[in-house]
């Protein structure tokens, strides 16, 4: 079907006018954020006599907020590599490999993934108090990616599946065992799957709340939980919560811009082959 100028123009100016409307509540963060309390209260796009400052920032990072930006580093990388080192072997296990009860064991982990996080909070607790594993860095990257490995598994899974199988014969007739094939034929063939991953494990764990309010004290909350120490019922101020806020995103927005690329691409498809 031929693509006429008018059909082009007329894609790009929708494209443009819902960019633009999915860009105003970020806008309205930022703006909130670097304005006194009396203007905000005014409307955040009211720039008559508008003054700017940093002084929200400057509060809530005093505050600890910086503390909390560290604790979900901590847990978020690992509870992104973890799963990871773990999700990719098993992965190339189930298309590789054939083993008894291999089908039902992946139907299994397919199944896992619709149980919602509340659903096993309270044998969690309990687990987690008889372990002492409660106010534990360990324990809640453990928790994480735990509830990684079966989407995981499955989602690499399917990519390996779509690498040609030349590519494992030809390693083979060169001598590599199944450990170097994967590590150094698969694995570097799959590193956008494998970054697609990384890319989604890291933010979700970067946002989460239920867990981190669950499982941790809050000398320990990621930032995700920090933020709530800024909201208050009576008297919220809006300048500190906002800027809060926009600290909260920066890093999983910084993540996604580096890696889109390689998500971009793991996320269309396989090999083809």
């Keep these: 079907m031929k693509v006429t100028r008018r059909y082009k123009i007329t ?34 796009w009211n720039l008559s006599n508008a003054h700017f400052t940093l002084e929200n920032y400057r509060t809530v990072l005093a505050a600890g907020l910086w503390r909390n930006i560290l604790n979900s580093l901590l847990i978020a990388v690992f509870a992104t590599i973890l799963p990871i080192l773990i999700a990719g072997m098993a992965a190339y296990g189930f298309t590789a490999f054939s083993f008894p009860i291999k089908t039902m064991i ?18 969690l607790l309990k687990l987690f108090r008889d372990l002492h594993m409660y106010n534990q860095f360990y324990g809640i990257i453990l928790v994480h990616s735990a509830f990684a490995l079966p989407w995981t598994i499955f989602f690499l899974r ?6 040609p199988k030349d590519y494992e014969e030809a390693a083979r007739i060169d001598g590599l065992g199944d ?8 694995l570097p063939i799959a590193m956008p799957a494998v970054i697609s991953v990384a890319v989604v494990q890291f933010i979700f764990v ?8 669950t499982l ?33 995103i920066i890093v999983p927005i910084v993540v ?17 082959g």
């Design 11 to 44: 894609i790009n100016a929708v494209a443009w006018i819902l960019g633009i409307i999915l860009l105003i509540p970020l806008i309205a963060l930022i703006m909130a954020s670097i304005r006194p309390f009396s203007e905000i209260v005014a409307g955040w």
């Design 106 to 123: 992946f139907l299994t982990l397919v199944a896992i993934q619709v149980i919602p996080q509340q659903a096993v909070i309270v044998p």
């Design 158 to 163: 399917n990519f390996f599946i779509s690498i």
């Design 179 to 186: 450990i170097g094939i994967y590590f150094r034929i698969i």
């Design 206 to 213: 970067w946002q989460d709340l239920f867990f981190a309010i």
């Design 216 to 248: 941790l004290r809050p000398e320990k909350w990621p930032v995700s939980a920090g933020v709530t120490r800024f909201i208050s019922r009576y008297n919220p101020n809006w300048g500190q919560l906002t800027a809060a806020g926009v600290l909260a």
């Design 256 to 272: 996604y811009v580096l890696m889109q690329k390689y998500y971009m691409k793991g996320v269309s498809g396989g090999i083809k």
